[in-house]
Each structure stands twice: as C-alpha cells, then as structure tokens.
C-alpha cells in the first residue's frame, strides 16, 4: 500500500501541476507503469488508495485518462485477468454510478464481457449480501432488462434500505419503474399477498430481512410513494387503487352509520363517485353496507349499478328481494330510527322520548355511548325550500321559547331542546360526562348570504372588501378516491360582520380575467384589514388555480390572523378567556383538536360536519352546503369578537401582533442583535 500511496502522490502533484490537464503521457505513469508488468494491477491498486483516502474524483478521472493516452501511445497490447476485471467491477459499483465509475469499466474493458459473465459476477455480490453494490453495478452495465433485478429489487426493500431503491429506479428510467412498482402492486392482495411475497424472498435466499417491512399497510404506502415519486399511473396499479378505495369507503361509512357525521344523500352520491363503473370496487361497497346491516340500501345499490345478481354478495343473494323492500328503513327518519334501536331498555325508551321531541334531564346512571343522537330527524330537505324563503328561520325563536319546551341540566343552565326544522333543529349528542351538547346555530337571515357567481357580482364584491376592516376566509373542495388525485377548491368563503359571501369557484374561473383575480388579490391583502382563518395553509393550496400567486401573496402579508396560532397561544397565557375550556377530554368523547373543539370551548355548542364530506363540485349546491359554508366562515368572526373582548385594546393589539408574519419578521433580528450583544459582553467580561 506504501507504494500506491507514493504513486497517487506523484500523480497528485502532476495533477496540480498541469490544472488537471492530461496532454501528453505524465512523468507520472512512465514511472508508476512503464516499469510494471501488471499495469492494470497496479493502476487498480492506486484507485483503491485514491478510495481509501477520500481523494478528489477529478483526480481519478486523470489518472485513468492518462493510464488509456499511455496505453494508445505506447502501442501495447494487454491482456487484464478476470479476477482483476471483477475486482475493478465491485470498486466502480462500491462508490456508486458516476463518470468516473463508468471510466473504470472502460479502462477495464468490463462491458465487453458477455452478460452471463457480468450476471456471475453479480451474483457473487449477491451472495456476499451485497445487494446495494449490485444494485449500482446493474445501473452501470445497464443490465435493467435481467430478472436478476426483481431479485435485487425485493431484497432492498425487505432490508429496509430504501435509498437504494429509489436509485435503482431512477436510473432505471420509466418503463423500469412502471415495471418494478407494478411488481410490487400485484403483492397488495391482502394477507395471500404477503404470503407469496415471503415465499419469494425465502426461495431467493435473502438473508436480514425485517418482517415488519412486510405487512400490508407498510407496502401499501411504499408503493403509494414509489408511484408518485415516478409518476407511474394509478391505472397501471390496480390493487392500490382498490385499496384507497376500499378505505375511503370504509370511512365514509364509519362517518355516515356509526358517527352520523355524513347525511345518507351525501354518502350514496359519493360512494357512487368513489366506485364509478369498476365493479369489485361496486362489490366491495355493497358488502360494506351489509356489515353496517344496511341490507335495503346494498340492493338499492346494487339495483343502481346494474349489477348481475350472481356478482351480488352471497348473504344479498339468498334474501328475497320482497323481504328486503319491505323493510322499511329507507328514510332518513326510519335510518335514525335503526341506530335508536341498538340501545335496550331504559336507555331506549329515553332516546325514543327525545326522538319524540319529549325534554329529558340528564340522569347519572346513563351509560357512554360514543354518539347517540337525540332529536327529530330531517323531515324537510332545505333543497324543497321556496324561492326567497329564509335559510335560517326564526334565528331569535329561542329567545321566546316556552319554559316548558326547556330543559334544564346538571350544571342549572337552561337548554333548548324543542326541534323546528332541518335548520333549527338542536341534535343534543349524550357524551361521557352524560351532558347535552347542541349544534352551532348560524345567526344570520338569508339575505346576509350572498352567493357570487358571475362577473357583477364579483366586482361588487371586491368593493364591499375593501371598505371592510375585518374579514374571516375558509374553503372548501369535494374528497378525492384516487391516491394522485389533486382537486382545486369549490367554494371560497368570505366573511365580514354582518354578511357572508359564498365564491362559486367553479363558475368564475372560467369568466375571470387576470386584472379582475390580480385586483381582488390585491384588495383582499391591505395593510388597514385583518384576515381571520383557521389552519388555512391547505386552503391556499386548493385555491392557487383560481388565484396564481395567492400563496405567494400572503407569504409576504402581515394581515392573516390564524385563529389555531392565536387558540395556543392564550391555552397557554390566558386559558380563563374560553368560556368552556375546563371540559377534559376523557370525559367527551367528541372533543376533537380542531374548529369544532375551538368553537365548543367558546360557545358551548359544536359544528355540523355533515356537509364537511359532500359534493362541493356539484352545482347548483344545495342549501344546506350553503349554510354550513356560511357557518364556517362566520363563525370565525364570532370567536374573534368573542376572545378580543377579554383584553384591554393595547394588550389586545400586541397579541395580534405577535400572531402575525410581519411581526415575527421584525422580531427575529432584535433577539438576534440581543444574543449578539450579550455573547460580546461575556467575551469582554472574560478578557
């Protein structure tokens, strides 16, 4: 080693010398192999130092381009042994495909050997458990198209060595990579799947695998990542695709059956979205409704999709379909009906008393359930309201409600539970701590909801903007059931104090031109207003197709308050300012961390998410989507005045302050010149 270290010394000087130029044969190699009668050994010898000691890749470059000028100048005729070709091979696949690596495979005449050559060699790596190493030596031979590299392949990913397969696909090039990800799709089969794929890896011999790599969910996110990272189509993976639609549904019908935070128009609308004609995914969705005992609405669906009857689930298949049209669960009120009689006894005559708009006290002895819903189903869709008929009707009826329409709770507060309408109606959900909990009530007419839809009304609306001082914004855009599906918003919210404006965005952007969208952005970002949202940054995303340039925008605004930032902050100073903190979390079973939690610490009522999973992309929308994009965004501006009575003006100014982006920009360089100038005084104390 003594002598290849003297050797890349006096390489490395010449190397300096000549600013790595390689004209002409060097002192250098006259020395260092003309004297030698294993030139190729000894140039091997020296790149393996040159390895060892970390020495530049320029430098390698030139030892190697001088080694082929001395070669061609000298006219000679070498012979390089096998072993010594395979050794070169194992050093340029070590350190990874590079110019230099593939310069060795050149010098050493490596890819003139035939492939079963170059496949042995391989193998031997292999062998060793040096399949990182094969992995790069594929990628320098080129060898993409050999069996040999499913095996490398699995083996990285049952090693958890992810890095290596990654750039063993990127060099591999695309058809490479639609090839290997769809291998890896056709093991997400479930637990016969993964089955096979052990059998594989065992038949292969691969030694260190980790068996948590290999369970379903694992290889179902790696395949997810593997197929966006190389933009492989979710039509070349079909078994991911079913299993993101699997889970989608299965969500959905948790949300709709279990929780009741899905109406049943929605999920029947987006279920049938989500399966669109492909029938294992319609069969997957009718045996997940028969799980949920929903054998009326499987039929219904399974007559809907035009399913052949033999294709039907087995247990839908031996029922009569007249015992199953007589069942008469069909309706929202009979759906809730259903779930009321999971309960016994009791607890089933009071929920049937509530269900009957008759007042219940809460008593000690009730038992948890996670959501039972106590109130009159939706009789009247908002859909069926007449033209110019208020959204929200009798917002002020509470005000003058008959004692005896009032119950009163444990804590002595008196609670409405009388039910007028699909709008008023106050579903008070039994928790944990067997308290009632109601629905937040949007206060304002229908006259203060204001849909804008075309060119007028949005200049209009960009006027109104900018006589506001305080705005509170929100979206909202339809699911997705494709893994690599990415949707733009539907629906903008805009909220002032006493109007609510609802943006169709879907029907303006295709009438805005870049003035009106440049003019709206740049009325709504001005330093005399404030914006409220709540965790908007996904927001912003989904709206950059209407408005180009909105992220970047509010990145240099200072007018956007986000409420989430200002809720931690005054749990965390001030938790007295929310009315309704002090309810722990194990004693209700609703208590989520985001608005819904936000909005019940301060009013003692929750959001209705029903509409939250529903078909934003539909037109017209429905007014019940309306009212709860209303509600979302005005409910905003409520908390705001809400928390801000609670502190004098000044006090009340630096906080907002201290939650805005200019502020934080003006702060970071006082704590930085402070940090300065106390480390230089404790520098000068110590001199």
């Not at 506001?468 to 059931?481: G, M, Q, R």
């Not at 003006?649 to 201290?658: A, G």
Request: charged share 25%; hydrophobic share 40%; with cysteine.
């Amino acid at each position: 080693m003594e002598i290849e270290l003297k050797a890349l010394k006096l390489f490395e000087t010449e190397f300096i010398a000549r600013n790595g130029s390689s004209v002409g044969p060097a002192s250098a190699v006259l020395d260092t192999f003309g004297q030698s009668d294993k030139p190729y050994e000894v140039l091997l010898n020296i790149l393996q130092a040159s390895f060892a000691t970390r020495k530049n890749v320029l430098l390698r470059t030139y030892i190697l381009q001088s080694f082929k000028e001395w070669v061609k100048r000298a006219d000679l005729i070498l012979t390089i042994d096998l072993e010594l070709k395979e050794e070169a091979l194992v050093l340029a696949s070590t350190y990874g495909p590079s110019a230099s690596m593939k310069e060795i495979l050149i010098v050493f005449e490596i890819h003139m050997e035939p492939e079963i050559s170059l496949l042995l060699w391989i193998k031997k790596m292999m062998s060793k458990d040096r399949y990182n190493t094969a992995s790069r030596a594929i990628s320098l031979l080129n060898l993409y198209n050999n069996p040999v590299c499913v095996r490398i392949f699995l083996a990285l990913i049952a090693q958890d060595r992810m890095n290596p397969v990654e750039r063993l696909l990127e060099l591999g090039g695309h058809f490479f990579q639609i090839t290997m990800t769809s291998y890896l799709d056709s093991f997400l089969t479930g637990q016969e799947g993964i089955d096979n794929l052990k059998s594989v890896l065992m038949a292969y011999e691969i030694p260190g695998i980790r068996y948590t790599n290999l369970e379903i969910r694992v290889l179902t996110k790696l395949t997810k990542r593997l197929a966006k990272k190389f933009n492989v189509a979710i039509d070349m993976l079909p078994n991911l695709r079913r299993r993101h639609i699997r889970s989608s549904l299965r969500f959905m019908a948790h949300q709709a059956f279990t929780d009741n935070k899905i109406s049943r128009e929605n999920f029947e609308e987006l279920s049938t979205i989500a399966v669109k004609n492909e029938s294992t995914a319609q069969i997957d969705l009718l045996e997940l409704l028969l799980e949920y005992n929903e054998d009326t609405f499987a039929l219904s669906m399974a007559q809907k999709f035009g399913l052949p009857e033999q294709n039907w689930p087995e247990i839908l298949r031996r029922t009569p379909v007249e015992e199953l049209n007589n069942r008469n669960i069909s309706t929202e009120e009979d759906w809730e009906s259903d779930h009321l009689q999971t309960l016994e006894g009791d607890d089933l005559s009071r929920a049937v008393q509530s269900h009957n708009n008759q007042p219940i006290i809460a008593q000690e002895d009730w038992e948890a359930y996670d959501s039972v819903v106590y109130g009159e189903e939706q009789k009247q869709s908002l859909c069926s309201l007449a033209p110019g008929e208020d959204l929200i009707k009798g917002s002020t009826a509470r005000k003058n409600m008959p004692s005896d329409e009032i119950s009163t709770r444990k804590d002595g507060k008196e609670y409405d539970i009388s039910f007028v309408g699909y709008e008023e109606e106050n579903r008070l959900v039994k928790s944990a701590n067997s308290q009632l909990v109601a629905y937040y009530e949007f206060p304002l007419e229908a006259g203060q909801i204001t849909i804008v839809d075309n060119l007028a009304s949005f200049d209009a609306l960009i006027n109104r903007i900018k006589q506001e001082n305080l705005l509170a914004i929100d979206a909202e855009w339809p699911p997705t059931f494709d893994s690599f599906e990415t949707t733009s918003a539907s629906v903008l919210q805009i909220a002032t104090t006493s109007q609510v404006y609802i943006l169709d965005v879907i029907s303006l952007q295709k009438s805005l031109t870049g003035k009106q969208k440049e003019d709206f952005l740049n009325s709504f970002y001005t330093e005399k207003s404030l914006i409220i949202g709540f965790s908007f940054s996904e927001d912003l995303n989904k709206l950059e197709k209407l408005f180009p340039g909105i992220k970047e925008k509010q990145g240099s605004s200072s007018n956007l308050l986000d409420l989430l930032k200002l809720w931690g902050l005054i749990k965390k100073n001030k938790p007295e300012v929310l009315p309704y903190k002090d309810l722990p979390a194990e004693q209700d079973v609703r208590r989520k961390g985001g608005l819904s939690e936000l909005v019940r610490q301060c009013f003692d009522v929750t959001l209705d998410k029903r509409e939250q999973l529903s078909n934003w992309s539909r037109r017209p929308l429905t007014n019940a989507q309306v009212l709860y994009a209303a509600s979302d965004a005005y409910v905003l501006i409520q908390i705001y005045e809400l928390i801000s009575k609670a502190f004098a003006p000044e006090e009340w100014n630096e906080i907002i302050c201290s939650c805005t982006r200019k502020q934080k920009q003006e702060r970071k360089p006082k704590k930085f010149f402070r940090r300065r100038k106390r480390s230089l005084q404790k520098k000068t104390s110590k001199c």
